[in-house]
């Protein structure tokens, strides 16, 4: 099982998904609901439902689901996976995922956190903040030339 919102899916989305799908024969992902994300990360760009198709769509993936509303270690009692892949960047503590595992009766699920994939643009928020750069310049480029200059849509 992996988690996560999966905002503006790029390639470290990939990188970690096909990282989790190799500790297991099936990989069952977890996206977060609007209110989990807004909760513990970020408001999503992205709505869930989308979000849910986009994950479920990719290659590494075998089954994608919407994680519950309130409390998100609910999600365990239906799934019971035998590993639980955590990004590197992700804020859950291994230790406490461990202890709702056992809690819930897994008591052979293991955790691991996955290392960094490195790449370009490996995050939400440096690609949200590479395109405010790219849109600044842009106004500031038609404000020095007076908006005489083709606009160019893409970053």
């Not at 905002?7 to 989790?20: C, I, K, M, N, Q």
């Not at 190799?22 to 999503?44: I, N, Q, Y």
């Not at 799934?79 to 892949?85: C, H, L, Q």
């Not at 960094?116 to 480029?141: F, M, P």
Request: hydrophobic letters at 40%; aromatic letters at 4%; glycine letters at 8%.
């Amino acid at each position: 099982m992996a988690t996560g919102v999966f905002d503006l899916l790029h390639p470290g989305h990939v990188a970690f998904l096909r990282e989790a799908k190799k500790l297991g024969d099936e990989l069952v992902v977890v996206v977060a609901r609007d209110s989990t994300a807004k909760r513990f990360k970020h408001a999503p760009i992205t709505p869930q439902s989308n979000r849910l198709e986009m994950v479920g769509a990719l290659k590494p993936v075998d089954r994608a689901v919407l994680g519950n509303e309130g409390d998100i270690f609910e999600i365990l009692d239906e799934i019971r996976p035998d590993v639980i892949a955590l990004g590197y960047d992700q804020v859950h503590n291994e230790d406490r995922v461990l202890e709702e595992c056992r809690r819930r009766g897994l008591a052979r699920t293991r955790v691991v956190r996955l290392p960094k994939v490195e790449g370009d643009l490996d995050g939400t928020r440096k690609i949200v903040s590479r395109v405010a750069d790219w849109l600044s310049l842009q106004e500031n480029l038609e404000r020095v030339e007076g908006g005489n200059k083709p606009r160019t849509r893409t970053p």
